[in-house]
């Protein structure tokens, strides 16, 4: 009987101990699992969206985005970084680069001040000729600890390939950048440039939109021309915007954007594409139609874009005042792209991609989460929403119906400034510029919608989906 109870008591603890081990090696294996999972996933404060687009074989997926997402987080979509494996982690100089800056700052280092670019434009643009007499632009660049070379490269190229007698002058906003190499250095190399270099330097921090306002208010060129400080231009890049605007001081035109990865630095042309949003208000590149194609300029057609991607941009400079320049109200970065893009079309002026403009930019892609940036994004979002979406604004509360309540500051003198220009209805900006964008709220919205395409009769749907 004792020797059983022993058997027992022998035999119960060989099966938990095998149970613990089993349990542990379960465990341990999960845990390696997770670890992986978060080797490769980032937080990233823009998100990455791989969109139908014309030519799309001829870009390396969503590597065409660089610019603009505009994006918080959404409930539908967690912002997420994949590795590349172009990158070797492994490597602090790269690793601490990446963080710092958002790009390969082994190779900027190795590219240094300036190199030359592939002409990328359609061979179309080639005869094509521009008068002699443009108007003049000022280029206004701010940054914001951005890599030392990669700004260098922004200000050469301009400098290298701009006429001069069209080049008013370059300004650099810096808004409170805090690397050392911004400073000293930076005044020190720049000194070749002088004559058409001003350098402003912010004593607070005012973000992207109100800095942009600041280097406006220094300009005197006849036309503003905004770049980000991470672009490289391309041959004859200026001079199709001038001309463009020189023809109809209210409309506004971007260049076709390149793509310079980040990870290579290598410059990769895009195709044509338009600049839309979704009902999130985020930024997406989208279809260009090829009937839109089919004049007697076939690919090199200025392209009608129902918003800008955000940096890049050229504008009349006393256009740009009497439109109301940005919101002032608007906080850091992100929403002001979006919001001006609405305000052009529905207070009389004109937006159009032209594709025999061609610049770089490189498609930074930072490794942190910015919580104020992100924050910045829906504040500014709502003010837009309260501003300029009439009664689409629930199709903005649908997607994100937590602000629907948040604050957006005193938007007053915006909504003085959209009666005082006489601006037309966001339901005309939908009929006439963006039917696509009406279209998706079909399918998403939960309420009376009225369809009017000009030829037709206006018609109801009572939607429920
Ligand atoms: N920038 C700035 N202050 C800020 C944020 C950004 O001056 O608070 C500058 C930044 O250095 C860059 C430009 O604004 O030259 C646009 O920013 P970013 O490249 O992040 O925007 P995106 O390319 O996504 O439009
Ligand atoms: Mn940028």
Not at 282 to 300: A, C, L, N, Q
Not at 403 to 429: H, P
Request: with cysteine.
């Amino acid at each position: 009987m004792r020797n059983a109870i022993i058997q027992c008591l022998f035999c119960g603890s060989i099966i938990f101990i095998i149970w613990t081990a089993l349990l542990v090696s379960y465990f341990h294996h999960n845990h390696e699992i997770n670890q992986q999972d978060a080797n490769i996933v980032w937080p990233l404060q823009k998100n990455m969206h791989l969109h139908k687009i014309h030519g799309l074989e001829q870009i390396q997926a969503y590597h065409l985005r660089g610019e603009r997402s505009n994006t918080d987080e959404t409930d539908e979509e967690k912002p997420f970084f994949k590795l590349s494996d172009n990158l070797n982690y492994s490597d602090p100089e790269l690793f601490d680069g990446l963080l710092k800056y958002g790009l390969n700052v082994i190779i900027s280092r190795s590219l240094g001040h300036e190199r030359i670019v592939p002409d990328t434009r359609n061979e179309r643009c080639l005869k094509k000729y521009y008068p002699i007499k443009l108007p003049t632009a000022s280029v206004v660049i701010c940054f914001f600890n951005e890599e030392y070379n990669a700004l260098f490269r922004t200000i050469s190229s301009v400098i290298n390939l701009t006429p001069d007698h069209i080049l008013e002058e370059i300004i650099l906003i810096d808004d409170m950048s805090e690397y050392d190499d911004l400073k000293e250095k930076l005044n020190y190399h720049l000194e070749i440039f002088r004559g058409k270099i001003k350098l402003v330097r912010n004593k607070k921090k005012e973000g992207l939109i109100r800095s942009r306002m600041i280097g406006a208010a220094y300009a005197s060129g006849d036309v503003l021309v905004f770049l980000d400080s991470h672009c490289e231009v391309n041959k004859a890049w200026l001079e199709p915007l001038l001309y463009a605007i020189s023809k109809d001081p209210k409309m506004v035109v971007c260049p076709l954007i390149d793509v310079i990865d980040y990870t290579t630095l290598e410059y990769t042309p895009s195709p044509i594409v338009r600049g839309a949003f979704d009902w999130y208000l985020r930024f997406k590149w989208d279809t260009v139609f090829s009937y839109e194609m089919e004049g007697p300029e076939g690919p090199i057609t200025p392209v009608r874009s129902p918003a800008m991607a955000g940096g890049i941009f050229a504008i009349n400079r006393h256009y740009f005042n009497e439109i109301g320049k940005y919101d002032q109200g608007m906080n850091l970065w992100g929403g002001e792209n979006v919001e001006l893009s609405l305000r052009i079309w529905m207070c009389g002026g004109q937006l159009f991609i032209i594709p025999c403009s061609r610049v770089g930019h490189i498609n930074k892609q930072h490794l942190q989460y910015d919580a104020g940036v992100n924050k910045a994004i829906s504040y500014n979002n709502l003010r837009l929403v309260h501003v300029w979406l009439d009664e689409y604004k629930e199709q903005f509360f649908l997607r994100k119906p937590g602000l629907k309540f948040s604050n957006y500051g005193n938007i007053s003198e915006r909504v003085a400034l959209r009666k005082r220009l006489g601006c037309k209805s966001f339901q005309w900006y939908l009929d006439t510029i963006f039917p696509e964008l009406e279209a998706s709220a079909l399918m998403k919205g939960k309420h009376t919608i009225f369809i009017n395409r000009g030829f037709k009769n206006p018609k109801s749907f009572n939607l429920e989906v």
